[in-house]
């Protein structure tokens, strides 16, 4: 029987530039090139370094892909992670990260030696669910969170309080509370 050479499943890999949310996002990175995948994980030239110890210990199987970080008026030339940064940075942060998805597509579809077979992207890198379904394939959502913090908003979404009729157009919903004093 002549020997079989096959190619391991290619997943693309998009971490929010935050050290919580990428470092566990390399963790897991790390435990699936272990299990024999082949990844590719986006990080830009200021994110680079936190990359490399995932990249030395996975040197056949972990490779980045290195992009320029999109340009956003309200980020400073050079600021390319949130960390040390005001909460609000957060909202900009995710979408400036959404010009990535062209240049990221164009990079998935070159790929025919090595095809992507699936996205992992942390849940602020919502611009990668299009992305996935432009390249063909599955978006699994990674969150650094635990279950509670990501089940109630979650939750939250999927079964909106609707607005009794007769409220007014203010956008609050008011309750009617009866304080007793026994």
Request: aromatic letters at 8%.
């Amino acid at each position: 029987m002549a020997p079989t050479t096959s190619t391991p499943p290619h997943v693309l890999v998009v971490p929010f530039p935050a050290q919580g949310h990428a470092l566990p996002l390399y963790d897991l990175a790390s435990l699936l090139a272990a299990r024999g995948l082949r990844l590719t994980v986006v990080t830009t030239p200021a994110n680079a370094a936190q990359l490399a110890p995932l990249l030395a210990a996975h040197p056949d199987s972990v490779h980045a892909l290195t992009l320029p970080f999109p340009s956003h008026p309200s980020i400073p030339a050079g600021l390319e992670n949130i960390s040390n940064c005001p909460p609000y940075y957060v909202t900009v942060f995710i979408h400036a990260l959404a010009a990535l998805q062209q240049p990221i597509l164009a990079w998935a579809k070159s790929q025919s030696a090595h095809p992507v077979v699936a996205v992992i992207s942390d849940f602020f890198c919502g611009w990668t669910q299009p992305l996935a379904a432009d390249i063909g394939v599955p978006r699994v959502v990674f969150t650094p969170s635990g279950v509670l913090g990501t089940a109630v908003p979650h939750s939250l979404l999927r079964r909106l309080v609707k607005r009794p009729a007769g409220c007014d157009d203010d956008g609050f919903v008011r309750i009617n509370l009866v304080i007793s004093h026994y």
